[in-house]
DNA sequence: AGAACGTATGAAGATGTCTTCATGAATACC
DNA sequence: GGTATTCATGAAGACATCTTCATACGTTCT
């Protein structure tokens, strides 16, 4: 059971952005748009994970990894509570998941343009 | 009415990425991860605009909306039709639209931590 | 207390990103 | 054809970002 927010449609489908309203949302997104952060976080998207093991599941150093989850939790994206000597990370709420989940679900079906798309740019 | 692909539930919520998928869906949130794109996009949402009125609604330089509409161009999520001496670009699909709808719903709904909240790390 | 394990952190270097400046290309108007 | 308008583009500099390396901190076990 997913526990949407509601039906499937918010409140306010597109309404302009303030500067300061633009900053926050790029700066939640930005948490995002990097491969190794994404891998993380579709790796906690599944339960949650220790550091290690999350180092190991997405391939990174440990040091790495501990450095992303920082910024992660930095932005409330996700936890970390500790167990024994390990500290298990969790994603934040539902929020991050289904953002996520809708990321990733726009991104496959927009199948990246990249140069080769007939723009009337010219 | 919002026109969703289906009722609002994705086929499967929170696969695991492999390293290409994550690199291409970082790439594409990390166009909206940019105040600047955020606004010119969200200018965009409410409808096809001319590079000049979008500079002046976002408070940019042309040049400057120009270098990121060609990012977003190459991206697929705007394209540019010539309208006279305007071009007047526009959101490439509702996919897009819905992004950055939902992309913005979950940030305002996520209020970033920023160092104050009290983590188990430490 | 000492050793082993798991994690966090700071510094530093390589890269990437965004904006500005200057200029070029296409269209419209006179 | 010449000029004004609208947009694109390349170069360059300021700045941010990510990874690695080295090391420190906290916990558990003996």
Redesign the pocket.
């Known amino acids: 059971m997913v526990m949407g927010h509601g039906v499937g449609g918010r409140d306010r489908p597109g309404g302009r952005l303030d500067a300061e309203a633009a900053a926050h949302v790029a700066t939640t997104l ?1 948490a995002l ?5 994404l891998l993380i976080l579709t790796e906690l998207r599944q339960g949650p994970r ?4 999350l ?1 190991e599941a997405v391939g ?12 992660l939790r930095n932005l409330g994206l996700v936890t ?1 509570t ?1 167990a ?5 990370y969790s994603l934040y709420d539902n929020h991050v998941a289904q953002l996520l989940d809708e990321a990733i679900y726009h991104s496959e079906h927009l199948r990246l343009g990249l140069a080769d798309r007939p723009d009337a ?2």
């Open positions: 930005q748009a990097t491969p190794s952060r220790p550091v290690t093991e180092a990174m150093e440990q040091s790495a990894v501990s450095h992303q989850l920082r910024l970390g500790r024994g000597r390990s500290i298990v740019v010219g």
